[in-house]
């Protein structure tokens, strides 16, 4: 996989060959709190992303998988604690540079897709290399955003504008974009939470062989047992601390809050036939 | 061009297209403030543009502001001390201080001036008269007559394409005659020297020509005067007596003398009311006719400011040498459009202020409705600086909008007013053509004020915008 250009001083890169520990985590989080006014929602959460691994964060919902997740990406820098990302603490980032890292080393996936709906698939692809601190030419960025498209299946949808698309399809556009400077990092926030059972397994399926084939790191946000079943590792987030866990532990939460896969309609947000 | 100016180049260009994108796809919010701008902007540069166009059309044609006429104190009216002071002066014999050759030199000494022309009046009577092949019948006016150094006109004559010279003819004329016939072409016989002498070239003034057009040729039923009757005009003869008063109906000098004079065209510089002739011409008149101290008197002298220098130093210099300077009213009419204008940019101003709310209120709405996209473009990689510059370059496209169809409006409504002016409002001196001066610095203002209003009014959301954590705004937080 080519790597992401980078270049100013401030801006983050992998983590030296010096410095083998580090190089081995992607992410390295320790103690880290985060309260919404008097709600404590992470309590001390503590973790680390080997380099190429593929692993599942679960937990009841509310117990701040996401706020864990926003934490990790640099989207949410309003906690206490220590967030290593390639090596670099995010805290002692600024601005620009951690909206560089985000760009170029992280994709993000979310529950909602977040595309937008006044651009086309491709143009929603294109995104990223707007923000880029060396972004692609014109042609070559067309070309890098329909190679995206292409690897989700979705060639022939890029000038759809995500309202003509289905779930699914919105969420491999959502994909493509995060794909579309070949990160490192893919972090996903319940992908699969608003599809329907088959095109979730497909998003799924992809998750694993982006991991397999490209050596993608892949931390997955998800109360679903099926997506934590793909993870080799699964973490769970208990009392706003990281735990061990397992994707057996999703279906002893399901029994108080999740409906399990087969109960689920069948009909949200299916690709159409 | 280097890569990372490239690099720079494409990232900003891949901003600028999304700001195209964003505008596109809300055009309806993009009009109303575009509309607010461009009603503020169309009132700035209208009153502005009236404001240059009534000094530099109207005004300056007027009073000239770069040029001074110095003349003697004038007469004091005060009845009071003041008043009696002058009184008894003038029992004593002690006129106002002469305006001579001492302080010519003085005033063309001045840092600050450029030339002084010194300006003689004829100190008799002057009876002019002639007309016959023009109007059918002989007129005759009395003709204040001022004289000025050929040099103060020269510039514009040859400006202005005046084919007639403007010089002294008199010394080279001695050719004996006792009618025109026995004179050579182009010289005429003045009877009391018996001698051919080329006509004496005369200036009138384009006010004197207002003056005529817009009462004298109405209330007798004369063709106006304009550029075509003008041309005819040029080379028109006729004849002075000097010593000799129309009004007095009698001689008052028994050394009268009489003069061929032909007109030889038009100038910002000669006498308002009356004709301007060469200098020498009213030397030698006022030495042969009035005595010897007459012809050392100037009656005023117009100073020529340096290109750029203010008046007040020289005032100064004026006031101090014991003279005063003409009140032309030029002061106070310009402070009257001054205050007019200040007063139509303020209003101006404040629609523009309003119009600031307006973007304001219309980016905060746009932001609280955009809030999920913008988290999404941080997500992505945007930084604050991103979204500032893409939320202020969306901002900076309606100031331009504004400003382009503001001007046009302004321009629209200034052409309007100028062929009603045309067309429906009667002739009156230094009626100008258009009342409007659109320059390009005041178009490059009105654009500047117009961009800059919509900048200042959307630099608060912007900036709010910039500082929302991508969390918060993807997961819809406040």
Redesign the interface.
Known sequence: MPEPSSSSAESPSPPSVADPAAAAFVIVASDVRRSFGRDAVLCGASLQVKQGELLALVGRSGSGKSTLLSVLGGLDRDYQGQVTLFGKDLAALSDAALSQLRNEHIGFVFQSFHLLDHLSALENVLLPNAFAASPLAHAAAHERAREALARVDLADRATARPPELSGGQKQRVALARALFFRPQLLLCDEPTGNLDVTTGQRIIELFATLNQREGLTLLLVTHEPRVAAVARRVLRIDAGQVVSGSATDLVTDQSTELAPDSARPAHRQEDPP | MS??NA?FF??RL??V??IR??I??APRPFALSVFGITLGIAALSFFLSLSLGMQERVLRRIFPADRLEVVPQKTSFDSGAAGALDALGSLLGAGPKPLDAQVLATLRAHPDVQTVFPRMKVAFPVRGWGGESLIGRTAYLDLPIDGIDPEAVAPELRQTGQPLAFVDHEPTSNTFCTDDKGCPSGQFCDWDVNKCRPPVPVLISPFLIEVYNSSIAKMNGLPRINGFVLGRLRGFVFVADLGRSFLARKTVTDKVRYRHMVLAGVSDRATPIGITVPLAYVKRWNAEIAGERAAQEYSSLSVQMKPGRPVTRVLEQVRKLGFTVEDNGAEQAGLAVLLLTALFVLVSLSTLAVAAGSVTHTFFRAIAERR??L????????????LLFILLGEAAVIGLFGGVFGLALAWLSATGIDLLSRSALPDFPFKPDSYFLFTPSLCALALGFSVGTCLLGAAWPARTAARL????A??G?R
């Open positions: 890569a990372s690099a494409r990232r891949g901003l297209r999304l994108q964003n596109a796809r999920h996209e988290g999404v473009l941080r997500a992505v990689g945007a930084s604050r600086a991103d954590s991508p969390a918060a993807l997961s937080q």
